[in-house]
T-cell receptor
Framework: DTEVTQTPKHLVMGMTNKKSLKCEQH?????MYWYKQKAKKPPELMFV???????INESVPSRFSPECPNSSLLNLHLHALQPEDSALYLC????????????FGPGTRLLVL | GQQLNQSPQSMFIQEGEDVSMNCTSS?????WLWYKQDPGEGPVLLIA?????ELTSNGRLTAQFGITRKDSFLNISASIPSDVGIYFC???????????FGGGTRLMVKP
């Protein structure tokens, strides 16, 4: 089983809203990732969690706040987003941070109005 | 920073034709991965390569890890309509633990 699940699949929010994206994996992976992907572009890394601790933040604005409640779950809290934040948000996991093979979830398509 | 150059950017082929795409890097990589992404979905891992010179197949797909460790190619034989999508290469080197992605190859197949 190489499944990473993400909810919701689609999200529309206003610039003053607070919302959260959720990601879950039950493969026993200890590294989890958030990526942002714009249309026709490759995924761009946002955050990396390793053993439930934030290990990489790729200079992401503070209106994006990640959280890793346990080894299977990864959240991305959104607040005061801008229209240019509209994108596909992808979660991925790997065995650990040194393991190259990452498995991606289906993504959440976010539209900020 | 390092970049992966993926080519071609797009291909429009006839069903049944073979397809080839490649990625090159200015620096050495230890791992090459090939993903396929359908519209509105996440990338799906097709093939992972861990050793220079390695040639790996997955059904009609074949990928190779270049001997110089700076390139990789993906071939698709006898293309079918469901091969349509965007194919991304991704690589990882020793210096960091993160993947670097190529720009993607958009494949369109005409029935």
């Amino acid at each position: 089983d190489t499944e990473v699940t993400q909810t919701p699949k689609h999200l529309v929010m206003g610039m003053t809203n607070k919302k959260s994206l959720k990601c879950e994996q039950h493969m026993g992976h200890r590294a989890m990732y958030w990526y942002k992907q714009k249309a026709k572009k490759p995924p761009e890394l946002m955050f990396v969690y390793s053993y439930e601790k934030l290990s990489i933040n790729e200079s992401v604005p503070s209106r994006f706040s990640p959280e890793c409640p346990n080894s299977s779950l990864l959240n991305l809290h959104l607040h005061a987003l801008q229209p240019e934040d509209s994108a596909l948000y992808l979660c991925a996991s790997s065995q650990d941070r040194r393991e190259e093979t990452q498995y991606f979830g289906p993504g959440t398509r976010l539209l900020v109005l | 920073g390092q970049q992966l150059n993926q080519s071609p950017q797009s291909m429009f082929i006839q069903e049944g034709e073979d397809v080839s795409m490649n990625c090159t890097s200015s620096s050495i990589f230890n791992t090459w991965l090939w993903y396929k992404q359908d519209p509105g979905e996440g990338p799906v891992l097709l093939i992972a390569l861990y050793k220079a010179g390695e040639l790996t197949s997955n059904g009609r797909l074949t990928a190779q890890f270049g001997i110089t460790r700076k390139d990789s190619f993906l071939n698709i034989s006898a293309s079918i309509p469901s091969d349509v999508g965007i194919y991304f290469c991704a690589g990882r080197n020793n210096a960091g633990n993160m993947l670097t992605f190529g720009g993607g190859t958009r494949l369109m197949v005409k029935p």
